[in-house]
């Protein structure tokens, strides 16, 4: 072989193994798009409904982070008979529908929560209990084979108040499987993120 020809094969080696390695970065920028998507998914079985009634916002902020944490969906429950702003005036309203156990008319009541399998059931203490709407809202469904996960937070933080709300919960959600609930003040979202994951409810 000349050296002219041995010149020649030689950059006619290195063009192509320039060829291929240019080649190679293209193969791995589509590497990434053929890969499976990962979603972000609950570990509970089935889907999610927050409900919840909140006067003042409060329960509604706890709400808002479980619907995010468990990609949910949400259900603000609204009186036909909104109450009023006046503090006072809800208060007298609120007594009254507990003394006598009523069960205040809600404006939105879906016509089936069927699709449900975990239950999120939220609400303030009120006068020492649930409000009575919660028992309108719960009374509503057969709730047999669903799981309930009660979660509260009042101005005072009392355990006993806590307790007798629970005890409502338990009347009103006939069949179901009524889980421990949460009571943290709705700020706390450490304290409802290991409600959460203690319930499976880890993204
Ligand atoms: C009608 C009414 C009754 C209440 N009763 C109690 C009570 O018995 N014990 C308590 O600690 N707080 C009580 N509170 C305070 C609420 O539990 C507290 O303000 C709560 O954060 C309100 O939640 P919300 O913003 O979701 O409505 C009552 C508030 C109202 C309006």
Known sequence: MTKKLKKILFAL???ISLAACSSAPEEKETQPNEEPQV??????DGNVLVAYFSWSGNTKEMAEYIVEQTGGDVLEIEPLNPYPEDY??????AKVERDENQRPEIANLPASIDEYDSIFIG??????????IIGTFLENY????????PFTQSASMDTEQFENSMDFIRETAKGATVHDGLFVSSSNTDGIQDYLNANGFTK
């Open 39 to 44: 979603t972000e998914q609950t570990e509970s």
């Open 142 to 149: 057969d709730l047999a084979d669903k799981d309930v996960y």
């Open 123 to 132: 609400y303030p203490i009120w006068w020492h209990t649930a409000p009575m």
């Open 13 to 15: 080696i290195m063009t």
């Open 88 to 93: 006072g005036e809800t208060g007298d309203i």
